[in-house]
């Protein structure tokens, strides 16, 4: 922990960042994501098991965008979703200097991108055996009940967006869903607009998703979004060899083909 | 306030037979926006034409349906028309209710309503079409030949001889094809480097024309009128500016005894060589596999002996870049080899040659000055065989199209060889004799009435050899079936034409399409018969498919034609369907984010990235753009893009939309 | 594919492609199969001369080929389908001429012999189980009345111990009878 | 080492030397041949000729007994039956109607599990690595390899070797020490299905084969086929007449060569019931090449 | 009408199948009437949100036709099309969407006949499964529900 505060420190107080993103204490024993802008703060700085939420999301804004240094506590979700990031040209590695934090909240010191990818991809990652459980109960189902289950599953859904606000890779200045001339995606929160919402989101993710979670967690009626994602991640692993948040230069599963792809459904 | 107007055509009968016509104009009346509805007899005729330049003017149409035959028919005809009207060419769209609907249904109300659903969709489509202006792109007034054989040099010298610029790559050291490697050509007889060489000395001399031998295209990119190519020397290991082609190093060079590939096989040469002596230009090349010095580090013998010190050792591949404005395929064909027979040996037999071996045998400058001769024992033969269709027609073991010059060159062998050995005989196994062409049967008539060519009807089961002697085992199928013998001292495969290594490769950097055969795919079979489907990209000779040397000529000249035509403006004029980004006011510029996942789909490249600076020259943001001279339109990154930030015209979201809404929503 | 616009095609050439598959129309007459054929030139009309006659349907050709020395002259070898380029499969389709030549009585006289032989061959395994050669010796010549031929033969093959005087018989009789009962017997009833 | 093998008619009668051959060989090597229980015979050209049916019911009755006995590689050494076996298997697989039917006549169940092995793939894989080690003497003689139509054609079904020229049994031959011939009959047909009915075609068909091999110097002929062999060998009168000469060239099976090299006796292998005798002696015995030790290790490392 | 006749809607490529389709016409093989084709420049045009569009207003089946491969006008839009169809179908069946209603097939410009094939047996598949009523009453289901 001291380690974490020490680079932190320097790095602000030798100008390397303007910002360090990480945790603070928040209120009634919770911890909260914040934006550290003088060395002396650092003291505030904290990080412990609470500190789950991926703040590489925060990286897009405008606190980060204006600085020309950032740094942040990076859990391997949060290097992850910075490496996806950097592939589809949002962050540049000259600006963000990542404190590695191991999924057993040790420093891992300053990582550049390419010790970076090293790093993700030595770190366990994974679903929790629940969602597993999960993916394959509605694996085994009829396509009718598929159908109902995730019909019911989504119809809570007040599109409220939070999945969308809480997701790192949900970048875009202006989503789908608020485009209007087509209207693609109903606005109302009915079943039907649910649907198209989620399932949209998930043909989005597919390949890009580096399977945090977050917007599981965020969610205010619990809808397993997460595991959606998931499926298609495992997928897109076993079926195009490729996988997000592995690497820092362009991967995109959907961009790219090869001559043999599967094509035993094609008539 | 869209106003919209719609032309049902009866095509004669074509459409009104199966579509109740007015009932469709009647209901297409009532959809909203629509403000004019009728049908007529031809739509496409002079007087349907002016039917709907007047609606237009009359009717003050923002925009029209035509329900008629195919877009991919008639499209250009009502786009005419409507610029004719005033109206933007682009706000017509067609309705297709004749090959997709009168022609493949039955009478009958489903049909009628499928008529109707169709004419809505395109109504509601056209209401969001845009008026485009087309696209003007520069013409660079240069062209490619790909390959040096009779097809690129025709096409080179025509093209040069109308003024424009050509650069000519040949991936052999030499020019001249295969067309330099026959001895004489049918019908005439004529001999065929007689006819060829004074062409290709041309080709090197024309100041229009910059020649690459031992050179291939490295990659292409671009468009019709601007294509950037880049093409890779190979290094040679002479500074052909120096070399005065005396041959010296050829005849110093220790290393004799190399398969001679202009010969196939059937003669050697050392390691720098001229392929032959009629060689254009007379540059000799290091083979660097079979060199001494770059096996073993020491020799450079040819050095010592080269006056003018033009042996160049360290040479490297050079990559040079051309602009051009238009590319002409002439890559030609090859052989089958004789070893893909199982019953013919498996091409163990040194005596059963390919037709290719047999015109170099027979060519006065051969590795036998002309003589027909025994691979094996240097014999002449006195009783040889021809066998035609030799892996053509043949689905099972060669390939199923007809090599189409085989029956020619065969007739031509056998009297070559009457010719030369005057007690010989010569039998020719055939299935058809494929003589169709100028003087060509005539030519074959020669060839059994003249020269005594003694033409079996039927195939060769096998051929053996037992002492000394090939046995030919076939069939006489004018003489009911019967098995014929042969003790041959010789045979020739008549072995099919195929494509040529690496066709498949080079269509894939020249971004055009190829048949099942590894053959260059034309537009049109009929109408256009030298375009490929891209744009600017021309196909002549025997690429194509097999061809004699009078058709690949023809359709080298075609090419130099239209070639000479697209070089004739300075510009030329592209349909503008094509993408783009959005672009909203600051501080977004675009709803785009600059991901760029949308790059790597575009098969032209067309994606690049546009910063957004701030008058200081900060950037503020990446933004995809698409060029419009590179995009060809496949909207393949409209699907792509998260944020719908690329549209394309003609197919845009919003028309789309709207095509599948109306269509369903009846 | 059968092609909708066509009515059954009622031909014998026809009925070989129901049958069998083998559509011999793919056949261009090259002949190639003839040139092969070890027996070719034991066949009143060598292979490629069968198929050209099957191609012609005339009543006249088709009688020629179902009446023809040539269907029984085949050693199903296959050299013709090894090599032929159109891969017009010509075994299969004599299997069923055979066939047929026998369904309608039209087998040629020359054949008798080899169909003899065949009877024989099956005779002996249906009763036995297994091929029990000096019993289909005995029974094809006492069949073909053809006493002299081969008797040269069967001393010194005995005395080689490659006769053997009593049958083989296996346990199963029952169940081969059963499968000649489904199978022959239930056809040419 | 455990394997299915099917004798098949001929090899219990008119081919007893080539069964005796095959188990003298594979007793030498400890390999075990278990026979299908209560096999019957293939039906063979016969029933081929006579009945589809009956030509798929025969030989599937002994695949499904083989099943059932739990075998599932099948040593076939009849290249007759290893034929009509092959064939069987492969219509049924790609026919489920016939399938069904044939299952309904035979009264079992065939569910083509089977590998089935002809005598040279059997040879292949589980003899030639044992030679090395168990050569008493080097077949030091110029042999002609004929394979004849059953083992190469049809060339879709069986899937063995080249239709034409193939190498197979000369590969074997090569490591027995013998100079295989090339020659023009390897699967020219000799005519065995008219063995009896109609022997003057034989006469020609086998007469040419053995002309050719003589013709080419060739000391013995080496087959692997039953049909061929009693052909070649009992039919010689009617090829003599045919040539319009005497040739006694032998013709050997290609476990007999085996069988010579390896040191096994020579009435074991049943070479004394050939109708023309084998002459074939004064083998040069057989030295065990020394290998590099280098290689070995490079073997090793890899 | 008492026989259910399916609504399909096909989504086709403008170079192929587009062309395969015109083909059928001149060569005049009939096939089902119940077939709409919407016209793409290429198969890499065609967005998936389309497909649940024309579900959600009414289809029954959805034909998605391109180019074969290598044979794509534009070189490769039909592989990112595959691609994208691949992931989107796996998406559908573990949505519970029914992908039995979408067929994917490569129909060239010369593959009149296989068009009518195509049409035809999707035809006859979605009547066998009946009216896609699941997805379609969800989109038209009253949004206060």
Same mark, same amino acid.
């Given at each position: 922990?001291?380690?974490?505060?020490?680079?932190?420190?320097?790095?602000?107080?030798?100008?390397?960042?303007?910002?360090?993103?990480?945790?603070?204490?928040?209120?009634?024993?919770?911890?909260?994501?914040?934006?550290?802008?003088?060395?002396?703060?650092?003291?505030?700085?904290?990080?412990?098991?609470?500190?789950?939420?991926?703040?590489?999301?925060?990286?897009?804004?405008?606190?980060?965008?204006?600085?020309?240094?950032?740094?942040?506590?990076?859990?391997?979700?949060?290097?992850?979703?910075?490496?996806?990031?950097?592939?589809?040209?949002?962050?540049?590695?000259?600006?963000?200097?990542?404190?590695?934090?191991?999924?057993?909240?040790?420093?891992?010191?300053?990582?550049?991108?390419?010790?970076?990818?090293?790093?993700?991809?030595?770190?366990?990652?994974?679903?929790?055996?629940?969602?597993?459980?999960?993916?394959?109960?509605?694996?085994?189902?009829?396509?009718?009940?598929?159908?109902?289950?995730?019909?019911?599953?989504?119809?809570?859904?007040?599109?409220?967006?939070?999945?969308?606000?809480?997701?790192?890779?949900?970048?875009?200045?202006?989503?789908?869903?608020?485009?209007?001339?087509?209207?693609?995606?109903?606005?109302?929160?009915?079943?039907?607009?649910?649907?198209?919402?989620?399932?949209?989101?998930?043909?989005?993710?597919?390949?890009?998703?580096?399977?945090?979670?977050?917007?599981?967690?965020?969610?205010?009626?619990?809808?397993?979004?997460?595991?959606?994602?998931?499926?298609?991640?495992?997928?897109?692993?076993?079926?195009?060899?490729?996988?997000?948040?592995?690497?820092?230069?362009?991967?995109?599963?959907?961009?790219?083909?090869?001559?043999?792809?599967?094509?035993?459904?094609?008539? | 306030?869209?106003?919209?107007?719609?032309?049902?055509?009866?095509?004669?009968?074509?459409?009104?037979?199966?579509?109740?016509?007015?009932?469709?104009?009647?209901?297409?009346?009532?959809?909203?926006?629509?403000?004019?509805?009728?049908?007529?007899?031809?739509?496409?005729?002079?007087?349907?034409?002016?039917?709907?330049?007047?609606?237009?003017?009359?009717?003050?149409? !923002?925009?029209?349906?035509?329900? =008629?035959?195919?877009?991919?028919?008639?499209?250009?005809?009502?786009?005419?028309?409507?610029?004719?009207? *005033?109206?933007?060419?682009?706000?017509?769209?067609?309705?297709?209710?004749?090959?997709?609907?009168?022609?493949?249904?039955?009478?009958?109300?489903?049909?009628?309503?499928?008529?109707?659903?169709?004419?809505?969709?395109?109504?509601?489509?056209? $209401?969001?079409?845009?008026?485009?202006?087309?696209?003007?792109?520069?013409?660079?007034?240069?062209?490619?030949?790909?390959?040096?054989?009779?097809?690129?040099?025709?096409?080179?010298?025509?093209?040069?001889?109308?003024?424009?610029?050509?650069?000519?790559?040949?991936?052999?050291?030499?020019?001249?094809?295969?067309?330099?490697?026959?001895?004489? !050509?049918?019908?005439?007889?004529?001999?065929?480097?007689?006819?060829?060489?004074?062409?290709?000395?041309?080709?090197?001399?024309?100041?229009?024309?910059?020649?690459?031998?031992?050179?291939?295209?490295?990659?292409?990119?671009?468009?019709?009128?601007?294509?950037?190519?880049?093409?890779?020397?190979?290094?040679?290991?002479?500074?052909?500016?120096?070399?005065?082609?005396?041959?010296?190093?050829?005849? $110093?060079?220790?290393?004799?005894?190399?398969?001679?590939?202009?010969?196939? &096989?059937?003669?050697?040469?050392?390691?720098?060589?001229?392929?032959?002596?009629? =060689?254009?230009?007379?540059?000799?090349?290091?083979?660097?596999?079979?060199?001494?010095?770059?096996?073993?580090?020491?020799?450079?013998?040819?050095?010592?002996?080269?006056?003018?010190? =033009?042996?160049?050792?360290?040479?490297?591949?050079?990559?040079?870049?051309?602009?051009?404005?238009?590319?002409?395929?002439?890559?030609?064909?090859?052989?089958?080899?004789?070893?893909?027979?199982?019953?013919?040996?498996?091409?163990?037999?040194?005596?059963?040659?390919?037709?290719?071996?047999?015109?170099?045998? =027979?060519?006065?400058? &051969?590795?036998?000055?002309?003589?027909?001769?025994?691979?094996?024992?240097?014999?002449?033969?006195?009783?040889?065989?021809?066998?035609?269709?030799? *892996?053509?027609?043949?689905?099972?073991?060669?390939?199923?199209?007809?090599?189409?010059?085989?029956?020619?060159?065969?007739?031509?062998?056998?009297?070559?060889?009457?010719?030369?050995?005057?007690?010989?005989?010569?039998?020719?196994?055939?299935?058809?004799?494929?003589?169709?062409?100028?003087?060509?049967?005539?030519?074959?008539?020669?060839?059994?009435?003249?020269?005594?060519?003694?033409?079996?009807?039927?195939?060769?089961?096998?051929?053996?050899?037992?002492?000394? $002697?090939?046995?030919?085992?076939?069939?006489?199928?004018?003489?009911?079936?019967?098995?014929?013998?042969?003790?041959?001292?010789?045979?020739?495969?008549?072995?099919?034409?195929?494509?040529?290594?690496?066709?498949?490769?080079?269509?894939?950097?020249?971004?055009?399409?190829?048949?099942?055969?590894?053959?260059?795919?034309?537009?049109?079979?009929?109408?256009?018969?030298?375009?490929?489907? !891209?744009?600017?990209?021309?196909?002549?000779?025997?690429?194509?498919?097999?061809?004699?040397?009078?058709?690949?000529?023809?359709?080298?000249?075609?090419?130099?034609?239209?070639?000479?035509?697209?070089?004739?403006?300075?510009?030329?004029?592209?349909?503008?369907?094509?993408?783009?980004?959005?672009?909203?006011?600051?501080?977004?510029?675009?709803?785009?984010?600059?991901?760029?996942?949308?790059?790597?789909?575009?098969?032209?490249?067309?994606?690049?990235?546009?910063?957004?600076?701030?008058?200081?020259?900060?950037?503020?943001?990446?933004?995809?753009?698409?060029?419009? &001279?590179?995009?060809?339109?496949?909207?393949?990154?409209?699907?792509?893009? $998260?944020?719908?930030?690329?549209?394309?015209?003609?197919?845009?979201?919003?028309?789309?939309?709207?095509?599948?809404?109306?269509?369903?929503?009846? | 594919?059968?092609?909708?616009?066509?009515?059954?095609?009622?031909?014998?050439?026809?009925?070989?492609?129901?049958?069998?598959?083998?559509?011999?129309?793919?056949?261009?007459?090259?002949?190639?199969?003839?040139?092969?054929?070890?027996?070719?030139?034991?066949?009143?009309?060598?292979?490629?001369?069968?198929?050209?006659?099957?191609?012609?349907?005339?009543?006249?050709?088709?009688?020629?080929?179902? #009446?023809?020395?040539?269907?029984?002259?085949?050693?199903?070898?296959?050299?013709?389908?090894? #090599?032929?380029?159109?891969?017009?499969?010509?075994?299969?389709?004599?299997?069923?001429?055979?066939?047929?030549?026998?369904?309608?009585?039209?087998?040629?006289?020359?054949?008798?012999?080899?169909? #003899?032989?065949?009877?024989?061959?099956?005779?002996?395994?249906?009763?036995?189980?297994?091929?029990?050669?000096?019993?289909?010796?005995?029974?094809?010549?006492?069949?073909?009345?053809?006493?002299?031929?081969?008797?040269?033969?069967?001393?010194?093959?005995?005395?080689?111990?490659?006769?053997?005087?009593?049958?083989?018989?296996?346990?199963?009789?029952?169940?081969?009878?059963?499968?000649?009962?489904?199978?022959?017997?239930?056809?040419?009833? | 080492?455990?394997?299915?093998?099917?004798?098949?008619?001929?090899?219990?009668?008119?081919?007893?030397?080539?069964?005796?051959?095959?188990?003298? /060989?594979?007793?030498?090597? %400890?390999?075990?041949? /278990?026979?299908?229980?209560?096999?019957?015979?293939?039906?063979?050209?016969?029933?081929?000729?006579?009945?589809?049916?009956?030509?798929?019911?025969?030989?599937?009755?002994?695949?499904?007994?083989?099943?059932?006995?739990?075998?599932?590689?099948?040593?076939?050494?009849?290249?007759?039956?290893?034929?009509?076996?092959?064939?069987?298997?492969?219509?049924?697989?790609?026919?489920?109607?016939?399938?069904?039917?044939?299952?309904?006549?035979?009264?079992?169940?065939?569910?083509?599990?089977?590998?089935?092995?002809?005598?040279?793939?059997?040879?292949?894989?589980?003899?030639?690595?044992?030679?090395?080690?168990?050569?008493?003497?080097?077949?030091?003689?110029?042999?002609?390899?004929?394979?004849?139509?059953?083992? /190469?054609?049809?060339?879709? +079904?069986?899937?063995?070797?080249?239709?034409?020229?193939?190498?197979?049994?000369?590969?074997?031959?090569?490591?027995? %020490?013998?100079?295989?011939?090339?020659?023009?009959?390897?699967?020219?047909?000799?005519?065995?299905?008219?063995?009896?009915?109609?022997?003057?075609?034989?006469?020609?068909?086998?007469?040419?084969?053995?002309?050719?091999?003589?013709?080419?110097?060739?000391?013995?002929? /080496?087959?692997?086929?039953?049909?061929?062999?009693?052909?070649?060998?009992?039919?010689?009168?009617?090829?003599?007449?045919?040539?319009?000469?005497? +040739?006694?060239?032998?013709?050997?099976?290609?476990?007999?060569?085996? %069988?010579?090299?390896?040191?096994?006796?020579?009435?074991?292998?049943?070479?004394?019931?050939?109708?023309?005798?084998?002459?074939?002696?004064?083998?040069?015995?057989?030295?065990?090449?020394?290998?590099?030790?280098?290689?070995?290790? +490079?073997?090793?490392?890899? | 009408?008492?026989?259910?006749?399916?609504?399909?809607?096909?989504? @086709?490529?403008?170079?192929?199948?587009?062309?395969?389709?015109?083909?059928?016409?001149?060569?005049?093989?009939?096939?089902?009437?119940?077939?709409?084709?919407?016209?793409?420049?290429?198969?890499?045009?065609?967005?998936?949100?389309?497909?649940?569009?024309?579900?959600?207003?009414?289809?029954?089946?959805?034909?998605?036709?391109?180019?074969?491969?290598?044979?794509?006008?534009?070189?490769?839009?039909?592989?990112?099309?595959?691609?994208?169809?691949?992931?989107?179908?796996?998406?559908?069946?573990?949505?519970?969407?029914?992908?039995?209603?979408? @067929?994917?097939?490569? @129909?060239?410009?010369?593959?009149?006949?296989?068009?009518?094939?195509?049409?035809?047996?999707?035809?006859?598949?979605?009547?066998?499964?009946?009216?896609?009523?699941?997805?379609?009453?969800?989109?038209?289901?009253?949004?206060?529900?």
């Amino acid at each position: 922990m001291e380690e974490i505060k020490k680079i932190a420190r320097e790095l602000l107080a030798e100008n390397k960042v303007q910002v360090v993103l990480g945790f603070e204490k928040g209120t009634a024993n919770k911890v909260r994501p914040a934006f550290f802008t003088k060395a002396e703060d650092i003291d505030k700085l904290i990080y412990n098991e609470a500190c789950i939420h991926n703040i590489a999301l925060y990286l897009k804004k405008d606190t980060c965008q204006h600085a020309k240094g950032v740094a942040i506590t990076a859990t391997p979700n949060v290097v992850r979703s910075i490496l996806q990031l950097s592939a589809e040209n949002q962050i540049t590695e000259e600006k963000i200097h990542i404190i590695g934090i191991t999924h057993e909240g040790k420093c891992a010191g300053i990582l550049d991108f390419k010790a970076a990818e090293e790093f993700s991809k030595t770190q366990p990652k994974g679903l929790k055996p629940e969602d597993k459980a999960l993916i394959e109960k509605i694996q085994a189902m009829s396509l009718e009940e598929r159908f109902d289950y995730w019909v019911e599953a989504f119809s809570p859904c007040i599109k409220c967006y939070a999945c969308r606000a809480s997701c790192p890779m949900c970048y875009c200045g202006k989503c789908n869903v608020e485009t209007n001339n087509p209207q693609w995606i109903p606005v109302a929160s009915h079943k039907y607009g649910n649907v198209e919402w989620h399932m949209m989101r998930a043909m989005h993710l597919a390949g890009r998703c580096i399977n945090c979670g977050e917007c599981n967690r965020s969610c205010p009626v619990d809808i397993p979004l997460n595991i959606l994602s998931y499926m298609l991640s495992d997928f897109v692993l076993d079926e195009f060899d490729s996988e997000a948040g592995l690497n820092s230069v362009f991967t995109s599963a959907l961009s790219a083909y090869t001559v043999v792809d599967k094509e035993n459904f094609i008539k | 306030m869209a106003r919209i107007g719609v032309f049902i055509c009866h095509c004669g009968e074509n459409i009104s037979a199966t579509v109740d016509c007015p009932k469709v104009s009647e209901v297409a009346a009532k959809f909203p926006g629509v403000a004019y509805s009728v049908d007529y007899k031809y739509m496409c005729s002079d007087p349907g034409q002016s039917l709907v330049v007047n609606a237009i003017k009359e009717h003050k149409l !923002t925009g029209i349906v035509v329900s =008629a035959c195919s877009p991919r028919m008639h499209e250009p005809t009502f786009r005419r028309a409507c610029a004719e009207a *005033g109206l933007n060419p682009y706000l017509c769209e067609m309705a297709n209710i004749r090959e997709h609907c009168s022609w493949v249904h039955e009478k009958g109300d489903r049909t009628d309503q499928k008529a109707i659903d169709v004419v809505r969709m395109m109504v509601e489509k056209v $209401k969001r079409n845009n008026a485009l202006m087309s696209i003007k792109v520069p013409v660079t007034k240069t062209a490619l030949v790909i390959g040096g054989g009779v097809a690129g040099i025709q096409a080179a010298l025509d093209i040069a001889n109308a003024g424009h610029k050509v650069v000519m790559v040949e991936r052999e050291p030499s020019i001249g094809g295969h067309m330099s490697q026959l001895s004489e !050509t049918f019908p005439t007889l004529d001999c065929s480097q007689c006819i060829l060489t004074p062409r290709m000395v041309e080709v090197a001399q024309n100041p229009n024309i910059t020649l690459y031998t031992y050179a291939e295209v490295e990659s292409v990119e671009g468009f019709v009128g601007n294509f950037n190519v880049k093409i890779r020397k190979k290094a040679k290991s002479i500074d052909e500016t120096l070399c005065n082609g005396c041959g010296m190093c050829t005849t $110093k060079c220790p290393q004799k005894k190399i398969p001679n590939e202009f010969e196939l &096989g059937m003669g050697n040469r050392p390691a720098i060589y001229v392929p032959f002596p009629q =060689a254009v230009p007379n540059v000799p090349v290091i083979d660097r596999l079979n060199c001494t010095y770059y096996k073993n580090g020491k020799c450079k013998i040819c050095e010592k002996f080269c006056q003018p010190k =033009a042996i160049r050792f360290d040479q490297e591949d050079e990559i040079i870049e051309v602009a051009v404005g238009a590319i002409s395929i002439c890559t030609g064909f090859d052989v089958k080899k004789t070893d893909f027979f199982p019953e013919y040996g498996y091409g163990k037999h040194k005596d059963i040659i390919d037709g290719l071996q047999f015109e170099r045998m =027979a060519s006065a400058s &051969g590795p036998t000055l002309g003589a027909i001769r025994r691979p094996s024992d240097g014999a002449e033969p006195k009783k040889i065989v021809f066998v035609a269709c030799a *892996g053509s027609r043949d689905p099972a073991k060669g390939i199923e199209y007809c090599s189409k010059i085989c029956c020619m060159y065969t007739a031509k062998h056998a009297i070559l060889y009457k010719h030369k050995v005057h007690d010989g005989t010569a039998y020719i196994f055939y299935m058809d004799i494929r003589a169709a062409g100028k003087n060509y049967d005539e030519f074959t008539r020669r060839a059994i009435e003249e020269d005594n060519a003694q033409y079996i009807r039927g195939r060769v089961s096998s051929i053996y050899e037992r002492d000394g $002697k090939l046995i030919v085992i076939g069939t006489d199928t004018l003489m009911n079936h019967e098995t014929v013998e042969i003790e041959a001292d010789m045979v020739v495969l008549a072995t099919a034409g195929v494509a040529n290594q690496g066709a498949e490769e080079l269509a894939q950097k020249l971004h055009v399409s190829y048949d099942q055969h590894r053959f260059f795919s034309e537009a049109h079979p009929k109408l256009k018969p030298v375009e490929t489907n !891209t744009a600017g990209i021309y196909l002549a000779g025997a690429c194509q498919s097999p061809k004699d040397i009078p058709e690949s000529v023809a359709a080298a000249s075609g090419v130099a034609g239209k070639i000479s035509c697209l070089f004739s403006s300075s510009e030329l004029t592209r349909e503008p369907l094509i993408a783009f980004v959005d672009r909203i006011a600051a501080p977004d510029y675009s709803s785009c984010t600059g991901c760029f996942l949308c790059q790597p789909v575009c098969p032209y490249n067309a994606i690049e990235k546009e910063d957004i600076k701030d008058r200081a020259g900060n950037l503020i943001k990446s933004l995809a753009y698409i060029n419009p &001279g590179l995009c060809q339109g496949c909207g393949t990154c409209v699907a792509i893009c $998260k944020s719908k930030s690329i549209d394309i015209d003609g197919y845009t979201n919003q028309q789309m939309y709207s095509e599948v809404d109306a269509l369903l929503n009846s | 594919m059968s092609n909708p616009h066509h009515t059954e095609d009622n031909s014998l050439a026809g009925k070989v492609q129901k049958h069998t598959g083998v559509k011999v129309s793919r056949c261009y007459q090259c002949g190639k199969c003839s040139a092969g054929c070890p027996v070719s030139s034991d066949m009143d009309f060598p292979p490629s001369l069968l198929i050209r006659k099957l191609q012609t349907g005339f009543p006249k050709h088709e009688e020629e080929v179902l #009446r023809s020395k040539s269907i029984w002259f085949c050693l199903t070898c296959e050299m013709c389908i090894a #090599r032929c380029p159109m891969e017009v499969d010509i075994p299969p389709m004599i299997d069923y001429l055979r066939g047929e030549s026998m369904r309608l009585n039209k087998a040629n006289p020359a054949a008798k012999n080899i169909i #003899r032989f065949h009877k024989a061959f099956l005779n002996s395994i249906q009763k036995t189980g297994r091929l029990y050669e000096m019993g289909l010796i005995v029974d094809y010549k006492s069949r073909s009345l053809n006493m002299v031929q081969d008797v040269v033969l069967a001393p010194s093959m005995f005395a080689k111990g490659k006769l053997k005087i009593l049958p083989e018989l296996i346990k199963d009789r029952k169940n081969i009878k059963q499968i000649f009962q489904k199978t022959l017997k239930n056809k040419h009833k | 080492m455990k394997l299915g093998f099917y004798p098949g008619c001929s090899l219990e009668g008119a081919s007893r030397e080539y069964n005796e051959s095959v188990q003298a /060989v594979a007793e030498k090597l %400890g390999i075990e041949l /278990v026979s299908i229980p209560d096999w019957n015979c293939c039906g063979a050209t016969a029933a081929h000729n006579l009945d589809k049916e009956l030509s798929l019911s025969l030989p599937a009755r002994n695949l499904a007994l083989a099943e059932e006995a739990g075998l599932t590689e099948l040593v076939v050494p009849c290249a007759a039956c290893y034929s009509r076996f092959t064939v069987t298997q492969h219509e049924l697989l790609h026919d489920n109607a016939m399938h069904k039917k044939v299952n309904e006549i035979i009264g079992k169940e065939y569910k083509g599990t089977l590998r089935i092995l002809n005598v040279i793939q059997f040879i292949e894989e589980y003899i030639i690595d044992k030679l090395e080690d168990n050569m008493k003497f080097e077949i030091n003689k110029k042999v002609a390899c004929y394979y004849g139509c059953l083992l /190469v054609r049809p060339n879709k +079904i069986l899937n063995f070797d080249r239709t034409e020229d193939p190498q197979t049994m000369d590969v074997v031959m090569k490591k027995l %020490g013998a100079d295989s011939i090339d020659w023009a009959f390897k699967t020219e047909c000799c005519g065995a299905g008219f063995s009896v009915s109609f022997t003057e075609a034989v006469g020609r068909l086998s007469g040419k084969i053995i002309e050719d091999a003589s013709h080419r110097g060739a000391e013995a002929l /080496v087959v692997a086929c039953p049909m061929c062999h009693s052909n070649l060998d009992m039919r010689r009168p009617a090829m003599d007449k045919y040539n319009g000469k005497k +040739i006694d060239t032998p013709v050997i099976y290609i476990t007999q060569a085996i %069988g010579l090299a390896l040191g096994i006796d020579r009435k074991k292998l049943g070479l004394n019931r050939h109708f023309v005798p084998v002459k074939l002696d004064n083998f040069k015995p057989y030295v065990k090449k020394e290998v590099v030790v280098e290689n070995t290790q +490079i073997m090793e490392e890899i | 009408m008492s026989e259910f006749q399916p609504k399909i809607v096909a989504f @086709v490529c403008n170079w192929c199948t587009y062309a395969g389709a015109d083909l059928t016409g001149t060569s005049r093989i009939k096939y089902s009437p119940n077939v709409r084709i919407v016209r793409f420049p290429c198969t890499g045009r065609i967005d998936y949100m389309l497909l649940t569009k024309a579900f959600a207003s009414g289809a029954d089946g959805i034909i998605v036709s391109g180019c074969h491969p290598n044979d794509c006008h534009y070189t490769s839009g039909n592989f990112y099309a595959r691609r994208r169809w691949i992931v989107f179908k796996k998406l559908c069946d573990f949505m519970g969407i029914d992908t039995r209603r979408i @067929v994917f097939s490569w @129909v060239s410009a010369a593959e009149g006949s296989k068009w009518a094939d195509i049409v035809n047996t999707t035809n006859e598949e979605i009547i066998k499964l009946g009216p896609y009523d699941s997805y379609h009453k969800l989109s038209t289901q009253d949004i206060l529900e």
